[in-house]
């Protein structure tokens, strides 16, 4: 690699790196509205809803293709998320 394309890639990756830090701020407030509805769960089955993760999964494919987003892409990454939170939810249920 030149020294010039090295430099464009440093300057990139520090773009990339501010930009996740923005997108953990941005985790820390969907965790807090996740464990708000925790909360009103009184039932660990209540835990998994199939039905509002396609409805998550089909909006966010519409919304990336209408933004030029490869929805192979979003999908993973939402239902990675989803998957996470799902784990979270069961490791933090508290019976009433």
């Given at each position: 690699?030149?020294?010039?394309?090295?430099?464009?890639?440093?300057?990139?990756?520090?773009?990339?790196?501010?930009?996740?830090?923005?997108?953990?701020?941005?985790?820390k407030k969907r965790t807090n509205l996740v464990k708000e509805v925790l909360k009103l769960k009184e039932k660990k089955s209540e835990i998994v809803d199939k039905q509002?993760?396609?409805?998550?999964?089909?909006?966010?494919?519409?919304?990336?293709?209408?933004?030029?987003?490869?929805?192979?892409?979003?999908?993973?990454i939402w239902f990675n998320m989803i998957y996470a939170y799902i784990d979270f939810e069961r490791r933090n249920f508290k019976k009433k």
């Open positions: 690699m030149s020294p010039l394309k090295k430099k464009k890639l440093e300057i990139i990756r520090k773009k990339l790196d501010k930009l996740d830090d923005s997108l953990i701020k941005i985790i509002r993760i396609n409805k998550i999964l089909e909006n966010i494919k519409k919304k990336s293709i209408r933004n030029k987003i490869d929805p192979k892409i979003t999908k993973k």
